[in-house]
């Protein structure tokens, strides 16, 4: 079955360290790809979005993504992260063959000051 | 501009009790998406419509639940019976066309618990 894989559950940093979460998907073809976050109490926001050309994207925030075709793999980057930025992240995928858009199951950052 | 709107926020109710939730998409977006998140999860999509006519309803429990977008605009979820793992956030998601904009855009949900 086609998959999103998020392999980091849960991610404790200090403030100004550097962030990267992982993503891999199990789809072949043309994808679409998407990061959310969820901060506390609120509903999932669109973070940044891969449809085609430039494979590094920028997002709000600072957040940026880099789409590996070779590795299947959309991971989440921020060289310096808030206590702001304690949020959930979900990677998902759209695939063309599928037509649906697959989260994977979330990765907990918490920012301490 | 508005966004997604849901309702209730929260339900509580009892296994075999049947409830509906509500969801309101942004003003012109064509197609409309059903998701349930259990906890530790991601959203799983249930039904998808584009306009009012359904996309996909393949993952929709179709004994128990269903869904409307009548009009094309608003549409309902409703679960009858709800069982115990009915438990779960449920998402209300619009795009404004799934095959040229397929950003999705979610609501705040329904946190949903049945004792």
């Known amino acids: 079955a086609q998959s999103v894989s998020q392999h980091n559950h849960h991610v404790i940093l200090s403030e100004a360290a550097s962030l990267e979460l992982g993503c891999n998907y199990s789809y072949g073809g043309t994808v679409n790809l998407f990061w959310y976050v969820q901060y506390p109490g609120q509903h999932l926001q669109l973070l940044l979005k891969?449809?085609?050309?430039?494979?590094l994207v920028k997002g709000i925030k600072g957040f940026e993504a880099e789409f590996i075709k070779s590795k299947f793999s959309f991971n989440l980057r921020k060289p310096s992260v808030q206590w702001s930025d304690t949020a959930e992240y979900f990677c998902a995928a759209l695939s063309y063959n599928t037509d649906k858009l697959i989260f994977g199951t979330g990765t907990r950052l918490q920012v301490f000051p | 501009e508005a966004g997604v709107a849901q309702s209730p926020r929260y339900k509580i109710i009892e296994k075999r009790q049947s409830v509906a939730f509500w969801c309101n998409p942004i003003?012109?977006?064509?197609?409309l998406y059903w998701y349930q998140q259990i906890l530790g999860q991601g959203p799983k999509l249930l039904i998808q419509?584009?306009?009012?006519?359904?996309?996909?309803d393949s993952q929709l429990p179709k004994d128990r639940f269903s869904a409307e977008r009548l009009k094309g605009v608003d549409s309902t979820l409703k679960i009858q019976p709800a069982k115990l793992e009915d438990s779960a956030v449920y998402l209300c998601?619009?795009?404004?066309?799934?095959?040229?904009?397929?950003?999705?855009?979610f609501g705040p949900g329904t946190r949903l618990t049945v004792t």
């Open positions: 003003s012109g977006h064509a197609t």
């Open positions: 419509f584009q306009n009012n006519g359904v996309v996909d």
């Open positions: 891969y449809f085609s050309g430039d494979p």
């Open positions: 998601a619009s795009s404004l066309d799934h095959y040229e904009r397929p950003e999705q855009y």
